[in-house]
């Protein structure tokens, strides 16, 4: 009994210390054969295993666990655990296995732990939107959208989103939202010229015919001077030329002049072409009704300086659905000085998977791009248009190349 008391006293005795200095080793008892005693041995710590147990003359000897074997808290094994070989089919390692830690998987990227299987996270409807998203232990937490937001999509991460304020975009509310539609406001003449693209995709194709290489200072004087028909006058050519980049400026000039002597014949051919163009490029890629992140991962992929998440917000807004990305594709040219916007969607594509385009979307832009490369009319336009500016404006474009 005095035996069993001592060794209680002496046990609390050293719990104490350890509580106070927090860092002496945990003990265990171990009756040592050569002394004939029971003694107080250190345990091994984690990442070791025990090779010898501690005698009255030497403490207790412990060894680092081999390659892929791991021992995770103090203890008086002699052997250290072997680590989990794999992980199981739809999952991934979160730790790799050291001496100290087990291998640790967990469930894919999307899925979540359930009864030993990986699940898919759950999408939440139209109406709902995520209120926690899911992690590889829990599943998605879905909940209705309160009044005044919205969520017109089935996502697994997507939250609500709040119904778009008409009247800051100086427009009408035409129909309320609700649950699951946004608000609609009403495209009156404001609208239409908030949403106005400045350059088509047609009409830069065709423009670009027109650019020279290099630009000489007097470039655009030489142009406007050699345009047949009403000329742009002088005010409005500084105008271009302080408000925009040079290959812009051209794209400005050139596009004020078309309005400017849209009766002509010469003209109204080229317009009526134009215009044939503008049709086939909006069959192509005016149906995609995109998200806002959709639309966000599209010009997130375009090179050089991005469009931001004010500019799409506002385009959604102003924009019917089938003018959107025409619009964003737009600013982006703009944004981007001298960017040529069909080499942009090109390297768009080149990176669609990383983006998680919607294949409709990808798809959409394979077709633009493919049809306005094949465009038999611009060779036309080139050859019509050069005969109309003169053979001077050809010489200053031969002499810049």
């Known amino acids: 009994m005095d035996s069993l008391l001592g060794c209680a006293l002496l046990f609390l005795d050293i719990a104490i210390k350890w509580t106070a200095q927090e860092v002496l080793p945990p003990k265990y ?24 147990h501690c005698t009255a003359k030497r403490k207790t000897v412990c060894a680092p666990c081999p390659d892929h074997h791991y021992t995770d808290s103090w203890h008086t094994s002699d052997e250290c655990l072997y680590c989990r070989p794999v992980c199981k089919e739809l999952q991934r390692i979160r730790q790799e296995c050291n001496r100290t830690h087990d291998r640790v998987c967990e469930c894919a990227e999307g899925r979540y732990l359930e009864l030993e299987f990986c699940l898919k996270h759950r999408s939440c409807p139209p109406g709902f939107g995520v209120a926690q998203a899911g992690t590889p232990e829990r599943d998605t937490v879905c909940k209705r959208c309160p009044d005044g937001f919205f969520s017109n999509e089935t996502s697994s991460k997507a939250p609500c989103r709040k119904h778009t304020n008409c009247s ?59 345009l047949p028909g009403t000329k742009v006058n002088a005010e409005t050519v500084e105008r271009i030329k302080r408000r925009h980049s040079s290959q812009e400026q051209t794209f400005q000039l050139l596009k004020l002049w078309k309005h400017q002597n849209k009766d002509q014949d010469m003209v109204k051919k080229i317009i009526q072409d134009i215009d044939l163009c503008e049709s086939s490029v909006q069959k192509h890629i005016g149906h995609a009704n995109l998200t806002f992140e959709q639309l966000r ?81 611009y060779k036309l336009y080139q050859k019509l248009f050069l005969e109309m500016i003169g053979n001077q404006v050809q010489s200053v474009k031969i002499s810049c190349l």
Not at 195 to 217: H, Q, Y
Not at 310 to 327: F, G, V, Y
Not at 341 to 367: D, I, Y
Request: hydrophobic letters at 35%; aromatic letters at 8%.
């Open 297 to 377: 991962s599209l010009m997130e992929s375009l090179p050089g300086k991005k469009v931001g998440t004010e500019d799409i917000d506002k385009t959604r807004k102003a924009c019917r659905s089938h003018e959107q990305i025409l619009k964003l594709l737009s600013l982006w040219r703009i944004k981007n000085g001298d960017q040529d916007t069909l080499k942009g969607l090109m390297h768009a594509l080149k990176h669609a998977k990383t983006h998680h385009f919607p294949k409709v979307v990808a798809q959409s832009l394979k077709k633009t791009i493919r049809f306005l490369h094949s465009f038999t009319m």
């Open 168 to 226: 800051v975009f100086g427009l009408l509310l035409t129909r309320k939202g609700n649950a699951t539609h946004d608000n609609i406001c009403s495209e009156n003449s404001e609208s239409t010229q908030k949403c106005g693209i400045d350059v088509t995709l047609c009409e830069e194709a065709f423009f670009r015919f027109a650019v020279p290489t290099k630009f000489t200072p007097n470039w655009l004087s030489v142009l406007v001077d050699n």
């Open 29 to 52: 008892l171990h009756y040592d054969l050569e002394s004939s005693r029971q003694l107080l041995c250190d345990k091994c710590p984690p990442g070791t295993f025990l090779q010898q």
